[in-house]
């Protein structure tokens, strides 16, 4: 439902041929990004509710040089949540996902 709604917000407009006409390249990549920010933080808002926690940790190269995203981020997960949820963003949030990974990997020994 999230997702929709966002989705909406975003394009909604682009069913008018005068809009789709206005609007810039910039304008869409931007809907984009935020529709695509915003569906994370749907997910990661259900998961912490569905987990238990109050804390979410977002890592990744998506974020790098991504204040956009980040601030997006923060907003969604503390206004669907009603102040509930924290998001947290490492400084090196790149290596973050490799480092995961590794440890992940099964034991072979």
């Keep these: 439902m999230e997702f929709c709604f966002s989705f909406l917000c975003s ?3 682009m069913i008018y041929k005068e809009k789709r006409e206005s609007v810039s390249k910039e ?17 990661a808002r259900m998961c912490a ?16 040089v991504n204040t956009l995203s980040m601030k997006l981020l923060a907003y969604a997960l503390d206004y669907w949540s009603k102040g509930q949820l924290k998001a947290l963003f490492l400084e090196h949030e790149g290596y973050f996902g490799a480092v995961g990974a590794l440890l992940g990997l099964p034991n072979f020994s």
């Design 27 to 43: 304008d869409l990549a931007r809907a984009t990004l935020v529709t695509i920010t915003n569906n994370i933080g749907s997910v």
């Design 11 to 13: 394009f909604g407009n």
């Design 49 to 64: 509710v569905n987990e238990k926690i109050n804390r979410v940790v977002f890592v990744g190269n998506f974020l790098r």
